[in-house]
Every structure is written in C-alpha cells, then in structure tokens.
C-alpha cells in the first residue's frame, strides 16, 4: 500500500514550511522538564518478537498550549465505523506492508485520519514507549511526538473521524478534572476505574476512565487502552506518581500479559508461525517465573503533598472474563494487513531501520536524530 492515496496527499499544499526559527520560550517549567525527560526516554529492550501482523502503533502527538502547558490532541472516532464508534481514541491503526517502522505507520495513520504532515522537522519524535497489549488481541507501541508548527490545521478524514480536541498531558495523573465538571454529565467523577479478570492470570487489570468534560455533546470519556497510554507518557514525563492508586493489586505488567498472549492466544501463535518466528509445535508454556513485577511508580515522586491525593471511584461495571474489549481499547484496529507474504521478526523496544519516503520522511537516520537533538537543545 502506497503511503498517501491521492486524495489525502494533495492535503500537504495546506501545510506551509516550518520556521527554522521556532521558539520554546513560552513552555512552563514542568513543561520544559516532561518533553526533556521524553526525548531522553530509552524504552526497556526486550527479546521477545512480535508477529507484525498483530503489531499497531499510535500517535501521541503532544503540542505547547497557549500558557505553555503540554496537550495531547485525541479523536472521536465516526458514528459510521463499524467498531467501536463514537469511542475516544488516539491516531492509529495496524501495520500495514510498505510501513517499515512502526514510527512510519503511526506517522501514516495520523495523517490519514487528521491530516497531520509526516514531517520530521515539524512533529519530531521524542521516545517511542514499550509495546501494550490491546483487548483486541494486538501489541500496540506508541509513538510520542512535539507538534512545533503552530500553522498546522487539521483536515479530518470523515469517514473515521467525527472531531479533534485536546486534554491536558499532566491531568492524567490527577483525581481531579482539569476544568469545571460537565453538570449535564451522569457519572461527575473526573477518575475511576475498574478492575477486570485477563485470561491467564488469577490477579485483575484496572482499567482507567478519565471524563474529556465534553461528553454532554456525546464525546465518549478516555478508558482502557488509551487511558494507560497517556498516564505512562505523563508519568514518564513529569516524573511523578498519580494521585490514584495505579494498578489493581498483584496486577500483571503489561510485558507478563505480552508473553502469556504470544505463548498461548491462537491468534498470536499462528500469527507467530506464518511469520517464521516460531515453528509449528512450539510449546505453549505459562507466563515466566523469572519476570520481576515492578511497581511502575516506584522510581517517582509521590503525590502525599497534593491534595486528595487518593481516588476511590469505581466505574459501576461488571468485569468480564478475558482480555477486555471495550473502550478506547480499539485505538489500532482499522485495517487488517495481507498475510500473504511473511514480513521480518520485530524485536520490542526497535522499530528496526529507520524508513525513507515520501512528505518529510525522506530524512536519513542522521537528520532525524539531529532534529531531535535541536529541540533537546532549545528546552
């Protein structure tokens, strides 16, 4: 599949040239240090190897608020798609042949659904995190990136999105919502969660709900997959711990759920052997014993000085058995690539090499981390 269709590449005549001359002056302190911590992020390698077939990626595309405060733009998906309309998510979507990286399809997918130039020099990346397994059954990596280009309009693409808005980064971390609550809104708790069963495991999964304080106009909140997603950027950012409880307790890291699905799900295994990266009688084995289950905020700082710094709330749900399905989990199920051809093993925590095409990613390797470097340097 070609990068852009000819319609959505005639888009880029919207867009004009950066100005070299882009200024972070107006950034915040806590905002100076997040996008430093981001930019220096490694994520944890591991040897583990993904089908990529069942592999997604998504963007979260961070851009400098008006008072200097860092957003994250999210989508409403389309009342018309068939799954999970209306649901809250971030771009995205499966990889697809032709998409060397996963950097490349997250890039492809943001602009085929908002518009958003695959620009190097305008969007830099800052890190891409460790991979997260979906409900749907796909190993998902997010891509995070700076938005420097304050022209940038977004053009929606109708068919998958219904609208564009933005929430604050460091909210996330909070038990209390960023603006006045919604009066019109049922549930007025900004935070809750729920804890659900995942086959494999006797300890639950919490599942995290954030309100966009725009569900009145039929917005959906920020649950699941792409909840997880944005409370690991912030944290990762501002290095600092939420004021809610994080996991459920004895809660299975997201690398124990990665290895259990690759092992055991049928539709990883086969996935797995028509790719070459297993053979046909591999045995199926329980989670590793060896994996050491880390508390993802033991290396934070705590919130004990903020106030109201623990959230009870529950979201009043019946937890179901198996890997959940429901909310923003959907964040990369649009399109579903050939499996005619066996594509190569992709290691976690690699997106392999750096690829080359078309509208801005034609910059070899060394531009790309000198870009990147350039906005290290004007933090």
Not at 152 to 181: D, R, T
């Amino acid at each position: 599949m070609k990068l852009f269709g000819p319609e959505r590449k005639g888009l880029l005549k919207f867009h004009r040239p950066l100005d070299e001359n882009y200024s972070l002056t107006n950034l915040k302190s806590e905002s100076r240090l997040c996008l430093t911590n981001l930019a220096n992020y490694a994520a944890p390698k591991t040897n583990l190897r993904f089908p990529k077939s069942r592999s997604a990626a998504v963007l979260v595309a961070l851009f400098i608020g008006r008072s200097g405060d860092l957003h994250v733009l999210l989508s409403r998906r389309a009342s018309s798609l068939r799954s999970y309309a209306g649901d809250t998510s971030l771009p995205g979507g499966k990889w697809e042949h032709g998409d060397k990286t996963l950097e490349h399809t997250a890039r492809r997918e943001a602009f085929e659904e908002i518009g958003l130039p695959v620009d190097r020099r305008k969007v830099p990346l800052l890190c891409t995190l460790e991979p997260f397994l979906s409900g749907n059954q796909l190993i998902v990596t997010p891509i995070v990136v700076l938005v420097l280009d304050k022209t940038i309009q977004p053009i929606l693409n109708e068919s998958e999105v219904h609208s564009l808005f933005s929430h604050p980064l460091i909210s996330f971390l909070s038990s209390k919502p960023p603006v006045a609550s919604d009066p019109d809104t049922d549930d007025d708790e900004y935070h809750a969660y729920v804890d659900i069963n995942w086959t494999g495991f006797t300890d639950k999964v919490r599942m995290h709900r954030f309100l966009t304080g725009r569900e009145a106009g039929g917005t959906k909140p920020i649950f699941g997959l792409t909840a997880s997603i944005l409370i690991r950027v912030a944290t990762i950012g501002y290095r600092l711990a939420p004021e809610y409880e994080l996991t459920a307790p004895g809660q299975p890291s997201n690398l124990e759920r990665i290895e259990y699905a690759l092992k055991n799900h049928a539709v990883f295994r086969e996935a797995s052997v028509r790719e070459g990266l297993v053979k046909k009688n591999h045995k199926v084995n329980a989670p590793s014993d060896h994996i050491h289950r880390e508390n993802p905020a033991s290396s934070l700082q705590p919130a004990a000085s903020r106030p109201n710094s623990t959230s009870k709330s529950r979201i009043d749900a019946s937890p179901r058995s198996g890997s959940p399905t429901t909310g923003s989990q959907q964040d990369s199920t649009k399109t579903t690539p050939s499996s005619s051809s066996a594509p190569p093993p992709q290691s976690a925590g690699s997106d392999g090499k750096r690829s080359r095409s078309r509208a801005g990613e034609d910059n070899p390797k060394g531009d790309h981390q000198r870009m990147r470097g350039k906005v290290r340097s004007r933090l």
